[in-house]
């Protein structure tokens, strides 16, 4: 006879799960933030510029990475560069990039957000009910943390503050793995937002873009 696993149970069966889905980042390769000052001139043309969009596959705020976790950064480089994630001028970059180059550039995008400032982060509002089951039916908090601010681990992303439409398209993108030269390969990510209509990834979205978080695009000096 099948039992019904609680919420909570589910949730870590969730999280456990996602750790063997995410990338395996270089083993043994430490970052350092000072030299990935000096590897980051590809990456200052979008994440360097406050409110600067892309327009493939279609129009949103690039992400905030500044205060990122390294961890996570380096994991998603190395996507990129396999092919797990289609996105041609992110494969390009970072197949351009060595292991080492991926932690440096990684540990300086971490400590970037860290040197710009850090301050105890307001209270977050609460969700509508509405939004409160999807989040719950989507088991988010159980791998992104406390507010979304406070992953579980720092191979997983912080989101609270990021731009909702990054969110939205990077949802899509998990659940929508199918074309040629965008999406995820994520077999724990899809599963999720496959369960929800693109209405609902939207005010998912919304609601974590919407709280305060870490997360940052700190102007290059040629920018600012």
Not at 69 to 74: R, T
Not at 202 to 208: G, H, L, S, V
Request: overall charge positive; aromatic content about 8%; hydrophobic content about 40%.
């Amino acid at each position: 006879m099948k039992k019904n696993l609680s919420p909570m149970f589910a949730a870590l069966a969730v999280a456990a799960t996602f750790a063997v889905a995410l990338p395996a980042q270089a083993q043994g390769v430490a970052g350092d933030a000072k030299a990935g000052e000096g590897k980051v001139a590809m990456c200052i043309g979008c994440h360097g510029i406050v409110g600067y969009k892309s327009s493939f596959p279609e129009v949103y705020q690039v992400p905030k990475i500044s205060g990122q976790n390294a961890k996570y950064i380096a994991a998603v480089l190395e996507s990129y560069k396999k092919g797990d994630r289609k996105h041609p001028s992110m494969r390009g970059i970072a197949g351009s990039l060595s292991e080492q180059d991926i932690a440096d550039v990684a540990a300086f995008y971490e400590a970037q957000g860290k040197s710009a400032g850090a301050a105890e982060l307001p209270a977050p509002r609460q969700p509508s009910t509405e939004v409160a089951q999807l989040l719950q039916k989507g088991a988010c908090v159980s791998c992104h943390g406390d507010n979304y601010a406070k992953p579980i681990d720092p191979g997983y992303p912080k989101i609270a503050g990021q731009h909702a439409d990054y969110l939205y398209v990077a949802l899509k993108a998990y659940r929508d793995n199918t074309h040629a030269s965008w999406g995820r390969a994520n077999p724990v990510m899809a599963g999720m937002a496959k369960q929800f209509s693109n209405a609902e990834l939207k005010a998912m979205a919304q609601y974590i873009g919407s709280l305060p978080g870490d997360l940052k695009t700190v102007p290059q000096s040629r920018f600012r």
